[in-house]
C-alpha cells in the first residue's frame, strides 16, 4: 500500500514558479513510476510529468516540456515537479500518482495513461494569475 501526499501549491502570477512535493508512505516507494496529473474545472484529467522507478527516465506532456522539471528523491521518499514559467492555464489541481511496480513501463504512451496509476494523492491547488 502507498499513501501520497502532495504539497506546494498556491497562487502565483504568470510567469512566477513553484514546486510540488509528494511524499510517500510505504517502504516501496522505489519501485514504482511517479506521475503528476492535473485537472482544471471543467475538464478531464490530463497528464503533466512522469518518471521511472529509477529517476533515469522522464516524460512530459507537449504544453509543459521546457517549463516543468519532474525529479525524485529515494531517501525523502518524495518526487517533486518544478514549476517555471507559469501561464494562467497551468490553473488546476495537481494530483501526484504511483504505478508500474517493479517496472515494466518503458513507453509515454504508458506513463501518460491515468487508469495506468495505483495509487493517488488528494491533490493540491496550483492557481496562476494573469
Known amino acids: 500500500q502507498v499513501q501520497l501526499t502532495e504539497s506546494g501549491g498556491g497562487l502565483v502570477q504568470a510567469g512566477g514558479s513553484l514546486r510540488l512535493s509528494c511524499s510517500s508512505s510505504?517502504?516501496?516507494?522505489?519501485?514504482?513510476?511517479m506521475g503528476w496529473f492535473r485537472q482544471a474545472p471543467g475538464k478531464e484529467r490530463e497528464f503533466v510529468s512522469a518518471?521511472?522507478?529509477?529517476?533515469?527516465?522522464?516524460y512530459y506532456a507537449d504544453n509543459v516540456k521546457g517549463r516543468f522539471t519532474i525529479s525524485r528523491d529515494v531517501a525523502k521518499k518524495t518526487v517533486y515537479l518544478q514549476m517555471g514559467t507559469l501561464k494562467p492555464e497551468d490553473t488546476a489541481v495537481y494530483y501526484c500518482a504511483a504505478g508500474g511496480y517493479a517496472g515494466g513501463w518503458d513507453s509515454y504512451s504508458t506513463y501518460n495513461v491515468t487508469k495506468n496509476y495505483d495509487y493517488w494523492g488528494q491533490g493540491t491547488q496550483v492557481t496562476v494569475s494573469s
Open positions: 518518471i521511472n522507478w529509477g529517476g533515469k527516465s522522464t
Open positions: 510505504g517502504r516501496t516507494f522505489s519501485s514504482y513510476a
